[in-house]
């Protein structure tokens, strides 16, 4: 079949949420993986710092019904301190002491370079129609409709190689979306502009290095009938805009709302960098001394966390960090390290939200969750359970505070 198989996403860990402060660590090691796929051989594919405090990044977060800090999952038990005092020295941390104590250094009036906001290009804003054109896709099809990229056909095709049909290139009743880049040049592009019923013969030249060897840079035919449309691309018009748009009237009002929209999400995504920015020369400033027993409950915690969520996908632990390109005893100890800045950034969170008597109102909780699109904070305990959110919230409003004593060189 021509489908592409492409390496399948597999997300282990769910979507960092737009407002995470930090995740760098996290991004390091544990931002998502991709799981192989057997690739089809007429496919396209045919060619072979630190995280937010408290553990609320996508890696960091811990499940809603998370075990008691110390368990272990996957046969693995807690190391102690001998495998902790391994880690990575790691500037202003230091481990195995004998309590957890932060010395805040500066954290007001930080400097930071301001972050520039780019207007909205024409481009940009044609992205966004055309995304949101393919997210409302129709099934009512006009009798005459043209096909163009974003349409789904439903088509049936024979692949032939000097007049002979070869293996893999056949199928009847399949659906395709057309731009979705699934077939191998110039197949799908082949189909723009076709009606329901069509035939076509598509002449096309597989890939010098296509992982199919009688198939690479040779010339075949494709004999495509198309069946029907399964879904297609609506129109924007206003009639679209109205059933899409709670304030604009017409086209123009529309993309004049969306290109505010696209400003507004680049200025939250330069508010996001400055907090970033901001955070990490706080924690910089400060010096954290961590027990043994406190990276190693946040390390059981993370590894529970990554078990819980291979296992979602049918995986193992060690399928996991095989994925990542790393055996398990790789894996294990740049989680340690990872947990260890964890720590110790909940320690910074917590001693600066000590030091300034910041506190959360149900308001806030609830107007923070729907900032950084969770809607409410019932919806954040659901996937993080209570803690995890508790302890987000509060890394987010340390953060703005934080922001806002910045000062922007």
Do not use: W
């Amino acid at each position: 079949m021509l489908i592409n198989r492409k390496y399948e996403d597999v997300l282990i860990m769910r979507k960092i949420t737009k407002v995470c402060i930090c995740g760098m660590a996290a991004a390091v090691l544990l931002t998502g993986c991709s799981k192989k796929a057997a690739v089809d051989p007429t496919s396209a594919e045919g060619t072979k710092t630190e995280t937010t405090a408290k553990g609320t990044t996508e890696a960091g977060s811990t499940e809603a019904g998370s075990t008691e800090a110390g368990s272990t999952e996957a046969g693995t038990t807690a190391a102690g301190s001998a495998e902790a005092a391994e880690s990575e020295k790691i500037e202003g941390l230091t481990l195995g002491a004998d309590e957890d104590k932060v010395v805040l250094g500066k954290y007001k009036g930080i400097e930071v370079d301001a972050i520039p906001v780019e207007d909205v290009t024409d481009e940009e804003l044609d992205q966004r129609v055309q995304y949101i054109l393919s997210s409302n896709t129709i099934t009512d099809v006009p009798a005459d409709h043209v096909a163009k990229n974003g349409d789904t056909v439903n088509i049936d095709y024979v692949g032939k190689k000097d007049g002979v049909a070869f293996d893999g290139g056949t199928a009847q009743g399949h659906d395709l979306k057309l731009g979705s880049g699934s077939f191998i040049p110039g197949f799908e592009e082949g189909l723009v502009g076709a009606k329901a019923g069509d035939k076509k013969n598509l002449h096309i030249t597989f890939p010098e290095n296509y992982g199919q060897a009688d198939l690479a840079g040779k010339d075949v035919v494709f004999e495509v009938t198309v069946n029907s449309f399964t879904s297609i691309v609506p129109e924007l018009n206003d009639e679209f805009v109205a059933a899409h748009s709670e304030t604009s009237k017409n086209v123009d009002e529309y993309e004049e709302e969306l290109r505010e929209q696209i400003k507004k999400e680049k200025e939250a995504g330069a508010l996001l960098q400055k907090k970033q920015n901001v955070f990490v020369e706080v924690v910089k400033n400060s010096e954290v001394f961590v027990t043994d027993k406190t990276v190693e409950e946040e390390y059981n915690r993370q590894l529970l966390s990554q078990t819980n969520q291979a296992q979602t996908y049918g995986l193992t632990i060690e399928n996991l960090a095989s994925m990542y390109g790393m055996d398990m005893a790789t894996f294990q100890s740049q989680l340690r390290q990872m947990s260890a800045q964890m720590v110790r950034q909940d320690l910074v969170i917590d001693a600066i939200a000590e030091a300034e008597g910041i506190t959360l109102t149900d308001a806030e909780k609830e107007e923070i969750a729907e900032e950084i699109g969770f809607g409410t904070v019932a919806n954040m305990q659901s996937m993080y359970g209570e803690v995890a959110t508790e302890n987000f919230l509060m890394t987010e409003k340390v953060a703005a505070f934080l922001a806002d004593n910045a000062v922007e060189k």
